[in-house]
């Protein structure tokens, strides 16, 4: 893997406007896009604080520019960091990621995320957690960690497993595509704009304070319904609570084979294909992860992917993260050498030590204390 990286720099990479009463924090990274890097973080993080802090702003909005809202982290700059032995970089970009993810997740003003495109990843950390998800028909989420050896974090685990039956492992677990109307069915999303209206509604959400009207209210002026289309996975739910709930990766395989004997449906054929080139570790870990994410609240699963992630990056179980990475990011050669390379061969003590506390004190994510009625449920 040649490897070569500098801190670019770029400049304006986030742009903060708006009036007095409403603020608007836009992605403009559309080249790379929208990946988060350390310093957008840190950068969004700052200002959110003092937004919230400022009595006179009532309303956030949170958007991108360019064809994707957010297509994760920056991995390139982790892995490279990390491969030079960099382990400061890589613990302190997921530190600050992970505490932002928290921080709007337990937000004290109303957060509305405009997704006009492509959500995946640390991007979906960001916006999955707002009160008010604003999709189009633009809009694609997926959480494809597991294809490069990571697993689905910044909260997945919690925002997944409260989706209907198990369609969150199924999401997880394949890194299917799921798209505006599927998002809004599912609860990913709460509100379907065509991208048409979505400059008016923005507009209009400018001056909501003023017009006393509920920022709700604003929304559903411009919310249209949207049909989930007819070979949507999320049609075939009953079949998907069938396969994914079963208790371990490798049974779940084997009833998605079964059901592909009855009904040759194209959805289970990419679903088959995704989970067999993923990380097998990956895979096991996430359903893990996730099943437990079904019982705690959002600090608990964010504490939890700190721990997970910390494993990964410190290569403590495996290298699959720098191999997927390679693979897919680097080299480019879509041929991931896996280890362990079978669901059978990965067991259960490899898991079980990834979800281990590291007992490194400069590793310790402090998350701080948000305690919040308006969001005691996710608490």
């Not at 957060?111 to 960001?126: D, E, H, K, P």
């Not at 959002?298 to 992917?305: A, N, S, T």
Request: net charge neutral.
């Amino acid at each position: 893997m040649a490897l070569s990286f500098t801190f670019d720099g770029e400049a304006n990479q986030v742009l903060f406007t708006g009036n007095s009463d409403v603020k608007t924090v836009i992605l403009n990274r559309p080249k790379k896009l929208n990946t988060l890097n350390h310093d957008m973080i840190c950068q969004i993080k700052k200002n959110l604080q003092a937004y919230e802090n400022d009595h006179s702003v009532q309303l956030v909005i949170l958007k991108a520019n360019g064809k994707a809202f957010s297509a994760g982290g920056d991995i390139v700059s982790v892995i490279t960091c990390s491969l030079a032995g960099h382990w400061t970089y890589s613990s302190l970009f997921y530190k600050k990621l992970l505490t932002l993810e928290y921080f709007i997740a337990t937000y004290r003003k109303p957060l509305v995320s405009l997704i006009n495109g492509l959500v995946m990843g640390a991007g979906a950390g960001l916006s999955m957690n707002t009160k008010f998800r604003v999709v189009t028909e633009k809009a694609v989420f997926a959480m494809p960690e597991a294809s490069i050896g990571l697993f689905p974090d910044v909260g997945a685990s919690y925002f997944l497993s409260r989706l209907p039956g198990y369609f969150g492992e199924y999401v997880g677990l394949t890194g299917a595509q799921v798209d505006g109307a599927e998002m809004v069915a599912c609860g990913l999303a709460t509100h379907f704009v065509p991208s048409v209206k979505l400059n008016i509604l923005e507009n209009v959400l400018q001056t909501v304070t003023s017009s006393n009207t509920p920022i709700a209210a604003v929304i559903e002026t411009f919310t249209e319904i949207a049909v989930v289309k007819e070979c949507s996975s999320f049609r075939r739910l009953e079949t998907i609570n069938k396969c994914f709930s079963k208790g371990s990766v490798e049974e779940i395989i084997a009833c998605l084979e079964k059901e592909s004997e009855n009904a040759a449906e194209e959805w289970i054929t990419i679903a088959l294909n995704s989970m067999r080139s993923a990380s097998p570790l990956s895979l096991k870990i996430f359903l893990k992860s996730i099943r437990i994410g079904r019982v705690q609240n959002i600090e608990q699963c964010l504490y939890r992917d700190y721990t997970i992630g910390a494993h990964i990056v410190r290569r403590t179980v495996s290298n699959d993260f720098y191999e997927g990475s390679r693979a897919k990011l680097f080299d480019k050669d879509k041929q991931p050498k896996w280890e362990p390379s079978k669901l059978e061969l990965v067991s259960e003590e490899m898991v079980d030590q990834c979800f281990r506390s590291i007992n490194d004190e400069d590793l310790d994510l402090q998350l701080p204390d948000r305690s919040n009625p308006q969001i005691a449920s996710r608490l």
